[in-house]
């Protein structure tokens, strides 16, 4: 197959080469053939007076000795001449060639030029032009992407330095407000150390959600899979989110069957189910249900968590699993994290063999949740 391809590929260069050396091996038989036409009789003289000069012989001796020697060798002699001729003009069409070596090093000197230019040879070497494009289309992506790895680098150590020291410099304060007002009532006390703690809490919750993104973007993690109860997992999850939903007049209704059965890593599973909600929660309106579904269909389990609130744009909905993405661009840290949760969940279903996606529209929000039926998929 290879090898076909590759013929297809330098057709035109061969066929350009074959006709190229025709031409010079008929302009070679032509030069040939017309001078033994053209020279016949005055060549011959020519010759005779030669032989007659060199070795003292008269005419007729030296007639015989270019009859013998010359003239009946015409044949080989011509053909000689004429690969002689060939042989100059090959080597003159050689120069001529090496015009497609001085086009690929240049195309190749292209490659590290950081221009979106298209790289234009020959048409005899259209196949190599097509490859170098594609080389330095791909170069330049990887730029972008470096670029853009770059960028959120440096938005990493932002939201670091803003994430971690707002509620640390919080938590410093009130500190100093206890250490140095020793005789500060009960009441305010309390209401301070209320707040440190939930400050210091917050805190934790951030450094935990660092490390994890850490620990999930290795490629040898290793899942503990069994054979997991889904209904009541959901059901135990919805009941641990209970006090966060009173506040706000929300619930979650659940609406799958009680023997549902997905194979999976608890614990891991519960973080995505968990990190999922908890966004359902913060971004929907008070007073509102969170539903979640769960159901077979064909070869997979489809969890689909859906909430009433506001609708991501389109143009958000694609970078929504990001690492430190949030739709609001609020670094606010009233409505959750540092924006990785969602990261964080998409990292563990596909290490399930399974697939995250997300739908918004008309105020409605959907994350679906797709795991494989099978215990037989691969897994790290």
């Known amino acids: 197959m290879r090898s076909k391809l590759g013929n297809k590929q330098y ?3 061969i066929r350009r080469l074959y006709f190229q050396m025709l031409a010079v091996f008929l302009f070679a038989m032509i030069i040939g053939i017309g001078i033994r036409t053209v020279g016949r009789g005055y060549i011959g003289n020519w010759i005779l007076s030669i032989i007659q000069d060199q070795s003292n012989l008269n005419w007729y001796e030296s007639a015989y000795i270019y009859q013998i020697y010359i003239r009946n060798n015409i044949e080989i002699i011509v053909m000689v001449t004429i690969l002689f001729f060939f042989a100059i003009l090959f080597r003159i069409s050689l120069v001529w060639f090496t015009k497609y070596f001085d086009e690929i090093v240049y195309g190749v000197n292209q490659l590290v030029q950081e221009n979106e230019e298209k790289i234009i040879l020959s048409p005899e070497l259209d196949f190599f032009e ?15 992407k470096s670029m853009e790895a770059e960028k959120r680098k440096n938005e990493l150590v932002v939201y670091l330095a803003h994430d971690i020291k707002t509620p640390l410099t919080s938590v410093i304060g009130y ?25 210091a809490t917050h805190l934790n919750m951030l450094i935990n959600e660092f490390f994890d993104i850490t620990q999930y973007n290795v490629q040898n993690i290793t899942l503990d899979m069994v054979q997991i109860d889904l209904y009541y997992m959901l059901v135990q999850m919805a009941d641990e989110f209970y006090p966060n939903l009173v506040p706000q007049g929300k619930k979650i209704i659940i609406n799958a069957d009680e023997d549902l059965i997905v194979y999976g890593d608890p614990n891991k599973l519960a973080r995505v189910f968990n990190n999922i909600i908890k966004n359902a929660i913060a971004y929907s309106y008070e007073n509102s249900n969170i539903e979640v579904v769960a159901k077979v269909q064909e070869d997979n389990i489809m969890i689909t968590f859906i909430n009433n609130g506001s609708t ?16 609001d661009g609020s670094r606010s840290t009233a409505t959750g994290g540092a924006g990785l949760g969602l990261a964080i969940a998409k990292e563990i279903v596909i290490l399930h063999g399974g697939n995250i996606t997300v739908e ?7 994350f679906i949740v797709s795991l494989p039926v099978s215990q037989n998929h691969d897994v790290l």
């Open 130 to 144: 097509e490859k170098l494009n594609q080389v330095k289309d791909k170069l330049l992506e990887r730029k972008l």
């Open 175 to 199: 500190l100093n407000l206890l250490d140095e007002i020793p005789d500060m009532p009960c009441e305010q006390k309390e209401k301070y150390i209320n707040i440190t703690l939930k400050k």
């Open 312 to 327: 991501i744009p389109k143009e958000h909905i694609n970078s929504i699993f990001r690492k430190f993405y949030r739709v």
């Open 360 to 366: 918004s529209e008309n105020s409605i929000t959907k």
């Open 11 to 13: 057709a035109k260069i």
